[in-house]
């Protein structure tokens, strides 16, 4: 069931977006009166689809083929590699026929369409459920095995990555990857210190999960009422300094404390107001005492009808920023981003086991965004490569020729290809390991 519902999450997202993708083409082209010959959701491969139809003059279908869609624009050389109509003379209804800033604009469509898509459900996400995120400002770090190995301890607070401070303590490991930082400044009890980033961790950041959780600081909210230990004293807001004489600050350090003296009644020192008190407390076998802990406030923002607007626009800017400085770690082998792509199989992973509307949309805008991106990269057969030969016209006057852009989209084709086997590739080793 758990596969049913994440394959179907992973069709209805795919498929949408790759519909509002090609209709972003579809509609700038019929704009200009440019004839649309097929619109495809997935690849009709020797012409045969799972259903078809006519609306006008272009041919509307549902394609056997499930990687991706197209839109085949008249008079224009795309994946199709259609020579034959391009050996004929140009005709005032087809693509070649019109203006340079008309065919940027029916070439931006797609990624314009998935960019107003991404703004569009940010800002619902915004209105409905508003913005909840653990603010940096106080926060600090328990490390993992990682971070600690490279400088970072229990309790340290991140004020920032070179000039940059993070503000969204959730994204940390993430401002670290993707920003390039040499030195972060940390402050440590009551020292400011700079510490160096080697770049040869950056590819282990990306692979290590979890490198920087949240220390939280043993403050009692309340005593569990089963626990042997709701009569013991502690009271909400004290703050337990020591177990049995060994040191505890965070929960995180009191685990192992504690472990070692499962079984036994110890004695507790906690901080009340500008008092150090004294309390027995029972440890179960699990090393546990039955304590609820103050957990550091969440920030939550909420966004009226308007302010959802705003909201949307800048989760959308933030997004795109994000990815872009993903798609830079692509471009320093060094890091191994490389191993970090994946295909449809990939993507399934990333959607919840249970239908989950907020996680959906979010996950559908962020989808909609890496669409759009990648699409704008300079590669011939991708919209950037078509986008960047029509500016190149625009500035020189001089218009590629049909023969160079059909070479150029088959390089393109055999490149796109290498990415598609690449992402399977990752796929498959993730599955076994």
């Keep these: 069931m758990v ?3 994440k394959t179907l999450q992973v069709i209805l997202a795919l498929s949408l977006l790759i519909i509002i993708h090609e209709f972003g083409h579809y509609i700038w082209a019929r704009i200009f009166g440019i004839r649309v010959e097929k619109f495809y959701l997935f690849f009709d491969v020797g012409g045969k689809a799972i259903a078809k139809w006519h609306w006008g003059e272009t041919e509307f279908g549902i394609g056997w083929i499930p990687f991706g869609g197209y839109c085949k624009i008249a008079g224009m050389v795309d994946e199709s590699l259609d020579m034959e109509q391009l050996k004929k003379e140009p005709q005032k209804w087809e693509f ?3 203006p340079a800033w008309q065919r940027l604009l ?4 797609g990624v314009l369409n998935n960019f107003i898509f991404a703004i569009l459900v940010y800002c619902l996400i915004a209105g409905i459920w508003g913005e909840a995120f653990i603010s940096n400002e106080n926060a600090r770090i328990a490390p993992n095995e990682l971070a600690q190995e490279m400088g970072f301890k229990l309790g340290d607070h991140i004020i920032s990555f070179d000039d940059y401070e993070p503000a969204n303590f959730g994204m940390l490991q993430a401002d670290l990857a993707r920003r390039n930082v040499r ?4 402050l440590r009890d009551a020292d400011t210190l700079d510490l160096y980033i080697d770049q040869a961790y950056i590819g282990d950041v990306l692979n290590s999960p979890g490198m920087f959780d949240l220390a939280v600081p043993f403050v009692v909210d309340s005593m569990r009422c089963d626990s042997g230990n709701a009569d013991c004293g502690l009271l909400s807001g004290d703050r337990v300094l020591s177990f049995d004489g060994s040191s505890v600050s965070y929960i995180q350090d009191a685990r192992p404390v504690l472990a070692g003296l499962a079984g036994r009644t110890v004695e507790a020192l906690a901080l009340r107001g500008t008092d150090t008190l004294a309390f027995p407390v029972k440890v179960d076998s699990l090393g546990q ?10 920030e939550r923002r909420y966004y009226n009808a308007l302010e959802a607007i705003p909201a949307g626009v800048r989760l959308t800017g933030e997004t795109i920023g994000g990815y872009v400085r993903d798609l830079g770690l692509l471009a320093r ?6 191993k970090s792509v994946g295909s449809f199989i990939a993507i399934g992973q990333v959607f919840p086991s249970t239908w989950d509307w907020y996680r959906f949309l979010s996950i559908l805008a962020l989808l909609s965004i890496m669409l759009g991106v ?6 011939p057969a991708l919209d950037g490569g078509h986008i960047l030969f029509t500016l190149f016209e625009m500035i020189t006057g001089r218009k590629p020729g049909d023969r160079f852009l059909m070479i150029m989209q088959m390089i393109g084709m055999v490149l796109l290809i290498g990415l598609m086997i ?8 993730r599955l076994f390991h």
Aim: proline share 7%.
């Design 289 to 298: 005492i039955g304590v609820y802990l103050q957990i550091p406030q969440i």
């Design 374 to 379: 990648m699409n704008l990269l300079p590669i």
């Design 96 to 98: 070649r026929s019109k």
């Design 106 to 109: 029916v070439m931006a469509g």
């Design 3 to 5: 596969a049913l519902i």
């Design 422 to 429: 690449l992402a399977f590739g990752n796929d498959i080793a």
């Design 183 to 186: 030195s972060a400044k940390i």
């Design 333 to 338: 082998p060094s890091t191994g981003a490389y």
